[in-house]
């Protein structure tokens, strides 16, 4: 795309999630969507610093918005639903100037607004466009069955995200749709998968997300597609807990949808990561592609 659009990739694109971060980047190259890195940025404070102290929470996005004006830009995306939500929640706070002097006051630099923070997914379906997606398309997913899995933050609240509908979102099945797969119905696709109670309370996480796998299964998915690092982690690596909580034996692939758009663009192995899951998804990608020729 002609203009460009400062990328934040969040702590965990550069840790546990590195998959997602690498694939990302590849498929908005692939698709002409110019991301520019957001130089010197830093933790937007994920989920415990509102718990904490708003006014510090919105501080720690509001420098990183500011680095991005610094830049002459005023666009930026980001893969993570968490760091999305406290990215958009900084700039609706700052809106309000009491608020926004007692954030100022802990910046080097103060924070004069105006930066629109989208998901990558939006940009992908706004920016780019299904049309342009498909037309990118070199290798279709014909054959594959996905279930779409957004998480129940990359909507909501939807006066906050002002994208898609917060309780029956398609952006995700479009997009993969687009690339040739069977997208399945699936019914609980903005419902909780435990979120951060993974270490906690791992008897919640066990169900919520035992109760989203049993879903996809009996939806005749092939694989789970995702959008949200937390998500993907309690659903692929801690899907052996869920086994184990609750007899069952699941073994169904949870891939980032950016991983899966990679293969239907022909992005090489190497930056799309497949081997950093837990549930390897390149078996079950072989035999449905291969069954579709």
Not at 75 to 81: G, K, N, R, V, Y
């Amino acid at each position: 795309m002609s203009e460009a659009i400062a990328y934040y990739p969040g702590c965990s694109g550069l840790g546990t999630s590195r998959e997602y971060d690498a694939s990302t980047r590849a498929v908005c190259a692939a698709v002409g969507l110019s991301l520019v890195d957001i130089p010197d940025w830093s933790c937007c404070g994920s989920s415990p610093a509102h718990t904490k102290d708003h006014v510090l929470s919105a501080a720690l996005s509001a420098r990183n918005l500011q680095l991005v004006a610094d830049m002459g830009l005023r666009s930026a995306i980001t893969p993570c639903p968490s760091c999305l939500t406290n990215l958009r929640t900084a700039n609706h706070r700052m809106e309000t100037p009491a608020t926004a002097e007692k954030v100022n006051k802990l910046l080097d630099v103060p924070y004069g607004g105006q930066v629109n923070t989208q998901s990558v997914l939006q940009a992908l379906v706004e920016t780019v466009g299904l049309d342009a997606l498909k037309a990118a398309v070199r290798t279709p997913l014909k054959g594959l069955k996905v279930a779409c899995y957004y998480g129940c933050i990359m909507n909501r609240p939807p006066e906050l995200m002002a994208f898609d509908d917060c309780e029956n979102p398609m952006a995700m099945d479009n997009i993969l749709s687009a690339m040739g797969a069977e997208v399945v119905p699936f019914p609980l696709k903005v419902e909780c998968c435990g979120a951060s109670y993974g270490i906690p309370r791992p008897d919640v996480v066990a169900t919520l997300s035992g109760k989203l796998l049993e879903t996809a299964k009996l939806a005749g998915a092939d694989m789970i597609a995702v959008a949200c690092p937390l998500c993907q982690m309690n659903l692929d690596l801690r899907q052996g807990q869920v086994n184990r909580a609750q007899g069952t034996s699941y073994k169904i692939p949870v891939p980032y949808f950016t991983q899966l758009m990679g293969v239907a663009l022909n992005v090489s192995d190497e930056e799309l990561g497949f081997g950093q899951l837990c549930v390897d998804p390149r078996p079950v990608l072989s035999k449905a592609l291969a069954g579709a020729d």
